[in-house]
């Protein structure tokens, strides 16, 4: 069987770098994460990830700290998980890179999108650490602007629930998922699966999206094999 996308761009929260543990990393979790992620790879698709880093650090929960410097804070927090995850990986047998988009050359490259789309070309698993390098953007404007400037044929957005719901469904019996949706939708109807600055930016330059559930991490190679899973978001 043939995958469905070629070149992919992972996102991966801190959060579910935690599992049952909440805070810091769970290796057992990572290690199954990393394994459906070599899957992939074997299987030929060019794999790049962003991850988050809300297992150590929350810069909206910082309290009085000043914004920019609690959100450089989290940008470091994300190089960590990204070194971890590059560590599992490489036990397991996989080429990586880290890139970040804060120099920090003794421990990462430094993110460029030449060099970095020459390492998804040569099969290497490229991540990328410390968001999109700059203050008040989330990780998943970063996970939208890499996937876009990578040309990845889709963004898989791996959360902890199996789609995208018109409310919590784990506060509301009645939420209700969504098959497809579109960016425009996500936005307007503020359904909170990214923020609006990453809908816009898929949405203004045609990245497709899928959200699925990461509780299972054999969902990301389903979701590059083209299972039916999750929710598309996508704009018409």
Known sequence: MEPK???????????????DNKTGLNYDVVT???KSIKKCADAGVQVAVVVGGGNFWRGRFSGAMDRTRA???GMLATTMNALALADVLESLGCTVRVQTAIA????????????AVRHLDKGRIVIF????????????????LR???????????????????????????D????????????????LGVMDSTA??????????????????????????MGENIGTVVSED
């Open 147 to 173: 996937s876009v400037e990578i040309e990845a044929d889709i963004l898989l957005k791996a959360t902890l629930v199996d789609g995208v719901y018109d409310k919590d469904p784990h506060k509301f019996d």
């Open 129 to 144: 650490g410390c968001g999109t390098g700059n203050p008040f953007f989330s990780t998943d404007t970063a996970a939208a």
């Open 175 to 190: 939420a209700k998922k969504y098959d497809t949706l579109t960016f425009s939708q996500v936005i307007g109807e503020d």
């Open 71 to 73: 959100d450089h804070i």
């Open 5 to 19: 996308y070629k070149r992919i761009l992972l996102k991966v929260s801190g959060e579910a770098l935690a599992g």
């Open 199 to 224: 809908a816009a930016m898929c949405r203004d330059n045609h990245m497709k999206m899928l959200v699925f559930d990461l509780s299972r991490p054999d969902n990301i190679y389903d979701a590059v």
């Open 104 to 115: 920090m050359s003794q421990v990462a490259e430094p993110y460029i999108r030449n060099r």
């Open 32 to 34: 199954e994460i990393c």
